[in-house]
């Protein structure tokens, strides 16, 4: 499963079509946070991850990928705000 988002994400990265790739692991996806961790330092785009399958093996993951600064969001709603919060921002102290 993790290999799928793999090549997803490396696709979208090729053609530079984002700003901002969002993983969304519904439920705890085996090798996840090694992937989100591969990805983060091989693409152009930010990565954020929306984690919201529960228990420990989540509590895991979000603390690992906390540490390294990738953003993680308990629902793909609150990720897509938490983007559009943090690209306002970056967006008005560039025209300061």
């Not at 692991?25 to 961790?37: H, S």
């Not at 600064?69 to 609150?78: H, Y």
Request: charged share 25%.
């Amino acid at each position: 499963m993790a290999e799928d988002f793999r090549k997803i994400v490396l696709s979208l990265d090729q053609f530079d079509v984002a700003d901002t790739i969002l993983l969304n692991f519904g439920d705890p996806i085996t090798g996840g946070v090694e992937l989100a961790q591969e990805l983060a330092g091989q693409i152009k785009a930010s990565l954020a991850v929306a984690y919201f399958g529960g228990g420990d093996e989540e509590k895991k993951g979000r603390m690992a990928l906390h540490q390294i600064g990738i953003p993680v969001f308990p629902t793909p709603e609150r990720a897509v705000r938490g983007i559009g919060a943090a690209t306002w921002a970056a967006e008005y102290l560039r025209r300061r």
